[in-house]
C-alpha cells in the first residue's frame, strides 16, 4: 500500500474489513475503519444498517450461522472515493441463519460489494450476494421444483 496514492489507501481500507472484521470477526476494527454514522445498504436484509453497532450485530449473524466463514476478494477497482469489491464467502452452515436450521452443509457464496470512503474511513457500502444458491446449498431440495429439467 502506498500512502501516496489514495485509491490503493482506499482498496486497503476495504481489504482490511473484509479480512479482519467480516472473516476473523475481530468487531474492535469495525470502530476503526468505518464512520461513526456509516450506512449499509446489505442484500437479503429488509432495513437498512445505521451505525457500528447495528453493523456489528450483522456481522454476528453470520459468525454465529457460519463460525469459519472467511472471505477472499477476487477483484478490486477503485475510482475516487468508491471502491467496488468482488469476493467469495466460504463457510460451514453450524448455526440457525435467517431462520434456517443448521445442515452443517459447506457453503460458497459469491458478491460484489461498493464502498464509499470519506476522511479515510466507510462511509457507505452496498453489498449484494448471490443469496439464491446460498440458500440452495443450506438447505436439501427446497428449491428443487424451481430447477430447470432439461
Excluded at 449473524?61 to 477497482?77: G, K, T, V, Y
Excluded at 475516487?80 to 460458497?108: C, D, Y
Amino acid at each position: 500500500m502506498s500512502d501516496n496514492n489514495p485509491l490503493e489507501t482506499n482498496k486497503a481500507l476495504v481489504q482490511r474489513n473484509f479480512e479482519v472484521i467480516w472473516s476473523q470477526c475481530n468487531l474492535d476494527v469495525a470502530d476503526e475503519i468505518l464512520a461513526p454514522e456509516y450506512v449499509g445498504h446489505i442484500a437479503a436484509l429488509p432495513d437498512v444498517v445505521r451505525g457500528i453497532e447495528a453493523f456489528k450485530q450483522v456481522i454476528m449473524l453470520f459468525h454465529l450461522s457460519a463460525p469459519d466463514i472467511r472471505f477472499e476478494i477476487q477483484d478490486q477497482l477503485a475510482e475516487g472515493n468508491k471502491v467496488a469489491t468482488r469476493w467469495v464467502g466460504r463457510g460451514t452452515h453450524k448455526g440457525e441463519f435467517m431462520g434456517i436450521a443448521p445442515s452443517g452443509q459447506r457453503l460458497s457464496v459469491t458478491g460484489m460489494s461498493f464502498h464509499r470512503i470519506e476522511n479515510g474511513r466507510i462511509q457507505e457500502s452496498w453489498d449484494d450476494w448471490d443469496a439464491l444458491s446460498m440458500l440452495q446449498s443450506m438447505t436439501e431440495d427446497v428449491f428443487q421444483p424451481l430447477s430447470m429439467r432439461m
